[in-house]
């Protein structure tokens, strides 16, 4: 399984951009998709997650800002990002978790695309 993260890119403050996730198979394999970002010198966080059922969770930091959906056509998971400020520069990666049983045992796989960058300037 392979994660293709794209769209990073510098954009002003109050600008938008878009960063898709490709997916090497079809995204309703994955139980949930996500998109963290580790912003300079900080620790990875969680901004948008994405689950199999189609309920999407957000942080506070990027509620009503941020918007994360699935293209079927693409086999990708996209976060539209809208009214960027500074402190949302950072590396964005997707993840994406799947778990699948075989008789008693549970097992989950987890798989992290690489990272692509997001400068605002203010």
């Known amino acids: 399984v392979q994660l293709q993260a794209s769209g990073g890119g510098l954009v002003q403050a109050g600008g938008s951009l878009r960063l898709s996730c490709a997916t090497s198979?079809?995204?309703?394999?994955?139980?949930?998709i996500d998109w963290y970002r580790q912003p300079p010198g900080k620790q990875r966080e969680l901004v948008a997650a994405l689950s199999s059922d189609g309920s999407a969770d957000y942080s506070d930091s990027v509620k009503g800002r941020f918007t994360i959906s699935r293209d079927n056509a693409k086999n990708a998971v996209d976060l539209q990002m809208n009214s960027l400020n500074s402190e949302d520069t950072a590396v964005y990666y997707c993840?994406?978790?799947?778990?699948?049983?075989?008789?008693?045992?549970?097992?989950?796989?987890?798989?992290w695309g690489q990272g692509t960058l997001v400068t605002v300037s203010s």
């Open positions: 198979e079809s995204t309703f394999n994955f139980n949930t």
């Open positions: 993840h994406a978790i799947a778990e699948t049983h075989k008789g008693w045992t549970r097992y989950k796989y987890d798989y």
